[in-house]
């Protein structure tokens, strides 16, 4: 993709409010979730999802009281103020919208209706800084208490201090989710490609796999992005839309219902349960896993709630980051979301030291000439008083400091277990009605 930009096509603006139950009834995924089952066993309750994008429109109906501040990085206000794009909105409202009218029957339902979204609002695409200050952005929701983020955009490249902040949001527990892209390449951009992240393509109602979605070898899961109906920034309307953005926040949303649940699962066996309750459509059950274009395969949300899956490695599926891409090793240490990860690791020796060492050779070169100097006086005077640099005198060792020690890589867990997926594409299920509020 060229530039950031975000990984949802949309398809029709956002048009007059049409009758809302039919939006209701146009979000297919909740049947093929079978979001009545899921929400039995969790609603996302006590759960932060920070979505990295256009500012939200908290006032939206289907979102209002799920949205909290935030803030905007473009002109440092708050984030759940609508901006003049769409995207958060939608990317919110497939997570964490709760519909609206009597029992919250009409509008847009996220998968994880009782979550909470934390906005971080970033530059509008096209005006040329959509990616400064990725690193930022992530750092800011890390240190505002959000256990997953969603990443619905596609920067074109990552910097040393974007790899730092993604490193940071590991060690600190927090599940990165990001869009594969909708280009329909072959290849996935440096975020989605970024070790310790889980990248996500889209596929259709059938299960099969979306035309444009782009794949790899690091493409982790799929989940639904083809005709998908969610919320736009301007109240009481609606979009639709094709794109791995949409995919994205609905892995999300499970993610947020299994922290829910699962409390003590750390992001890497959240993760893990994704993966191992993953389906694939008919024919394609023989793929080797993980599948450029599936990933280990579609999420299923319900079966990652109710499986018997083992808890596993802290990283389950997830590789491990560095806090310093050029460096090779170490890892992030904790710090504020101003700061640059302080493990980093340098080549040789720091700056301090060189200047330490620079130091202590021309102490040594000055107490050379001085006692040169004194011995040749002795030649002529007799020998010199007690003191500095004489028989007697205190003598001076300068201090070399040693390289600097950093921490040791982190430990990456053994090849990961693949189980079987589970069988059948997205079933058809009857219309599902939302949860309480």
């Known amino acids: 993709m060229g530039g950031a930009v975000v990984a949802g096509a949309l398809l029709f603006g956002a ?9 209701r009834d146009d979000q297919w995924p909740l049947k093929a979730f079978d979001s009545q089952g899921v929400w039995k066993e969790s609603t996302g309750k006590g759960v932060t999802v920070a979505v990295i994008d256009d500012p939200v429109n908290g006032s939206h109906p289907d979102l209002k009281g799920n949205v909290l501040p935030g803030k905007s ?38 998968l994880a209706p009782d ?15 959509e990616n400064s200050g990725l690193g930022e952005w992530i750092r800011y929701a890390v240190d505002h208490d959000a256990s997953i983020i969603n990443m619905s955009i596609g920067p074109s490249f990552l910097t040393d201090s974007d790899k730092r902040a993604l490193a940071y949001a590991a060690q600190k527990d927090v599940l990165v989710v990001v869009a594969s892209g909708n280009s329909g390449e072959t290849k996935l951009g440096d975020l989605a490609a970024n ?8 596929v259709d109602k059938a299960g099969k796999v979306w035309a444009k ?16 109906t969610s919320a736009s920034a301007t109240a009481g309307q609606y979009r639709l839309a094709d794109g791995t953005s949409d995919a994205t926040a609905y892995v999300s949303a499970a993610a ?13 066996q959240i993760a893990n349960r994704l993966v191992k309750s993953a389906g694939l459509p008919p ?15 579609f999420i299923q949300p319900l079966k990652a709630l109710t499986a018997e899956i083992p808890a596993g490695s802290k990283n389950g599926p997830l590789k491990t980051p560095k806090a310093d891409p050029a460096a090779g090793t170490g890892g992030a240490t904790a710090g504020n ?8 690791q340098e080549e040789g020796l720091g700056m301090g030291a060189i200047v330490g060492i620079a130091v202590g050779v021309l102490v040594v070169v000055a107490i050379i000439v001085i006692v040169v100097v004194r011995q040749k006086k002795n030649d002529r005077n007799g020998p010199p008083p007690g003191g500095f640099g004489g028989p007697g005198g205190p003598g001076f060792a300068p201090q070399q400091p040693g390289p600097y020690q950093q921490p040791g890589p982190y430990q990456q867990p053994g090849p990961y277990q693949q189980q079987p997926s589970a069988s059948g594409a997205f079933p058809p299920a009857p219309p599902t009605q939302p949860p309480g509020q």
């Open 15 to 23: 048009a007059p409010t049409a009758l809302a139950d039919q939006n």
């Open 73 to 110: 990085f473009i002109d440092g206000g708050r984030g759940d103020r609508k901006g003049t794009g769409d995207h958060g909105t939608g990317m919110a409202s497939l997570i964490a919208g709760h519909g609206h009218g009597g029992g919250n029957a009409d509008g847009v339902m996220g």
């Open 115 to 129: 979550a909470k979204i934390l906005p971080v609002g970033r530059p509008e695409v096209g005006v040329g800084v």
């Open 195 to 202: 070790p310790g992240v889980v990248s996500v393509g889209a």
């Open 213 to 228: 979605s782009n794949s790899g070898s690091q493409l982790m899961l799929s989940a639904p992005g083809v005709e998908i």
């Open 256 to 268: 947020a219902l299994l922290r829910s649940k699962f409390p003590d699962l750390t992001a890497g």
């Open 283 to 297: 024919g394609k059950k023989g793929l080797e896993l993980p599948d450029s274009h599936y990933g280990y395969g």
């Open 337 to 344: 979301g101003d700061q640059q990860a302080s493990g980093q």
